[in-house]
């Protein structure tokens, strides 16, 4: 017989991942509001921070760039009106560009 009292970590990703999230995962699994509700869940996501990410492969393959961004409430709070929550989903160079503006 098994017993699981709690998953630590579950990774959901691919089409409708949102949707799933939203209506199956939250209500009917966790029973509790959770993706949206960030913010107000773990206030300390909008404390001032620097992140900095790699691009490059590195001394092997070439040259690496570390770009670097200074982020507050603010910019957050701007980012999420505009619709930006995982840089990696822009996937076009026109979505950049009509972000940029």
Same mark, same amino acid.
């Given at each position: 017989?098994?017993?699981?009292?709690?998953?630590?970590?579950?990774?959901?990703? @691919?089409?409708g991942t949102q949707e799933f999230v939203?209506?199956?995962?939250? %209500? *009917?699994?966790?029973?509790?509001?959770?993706? @949206?509700? *960030?913010?107000?869940?773990?206030?300390?996501?909008?404390?001032? =921070?620097?992140?900095?990410? *790699? $691009?490059?492969?590195?001394?092997?393959?070439?040259? $690496? =760039?570390? %770009?670097?961004?200074?982020?507050? *409430? =603010?910019?957050?709070?701007?980012?999420?009106?505009? @619709?930006?929550r995982d840089s990696k989903n822009i996937s076009s160079d026109k979505r950049?560009?009509?972000?940029?503006?």
């Amino acid at each position: 017989m098994w017993c699981f009292t709690r998953v630590a970590n579950v990774v959901v990703q @691919g089409k409708g991942t949102q949707e799933f999230v939203e209506f199956v995962l939250e %209500p *009917e699994i966790l029973q509790e509001a959770r993706l @949206g509700y *960030e913010a107000i869940l773990n206030p300390d996501l909008l404390l001032p =921070a620097w992140a900095l990410d *790699e $691009s490059g492969k590195g001394d092997f393959f070439g040259r $690496s =760039a570390l %770009p670097a961004a200074y982020v507050n *409430e =603010a910019v957050v709070k701007a980012w999420a009106d505009v @619709g930006i929550r995982d840089s990696k989903n822009i996937s076009s160079d026109k979505r950049i560009r009509e972000l940029r503006n």
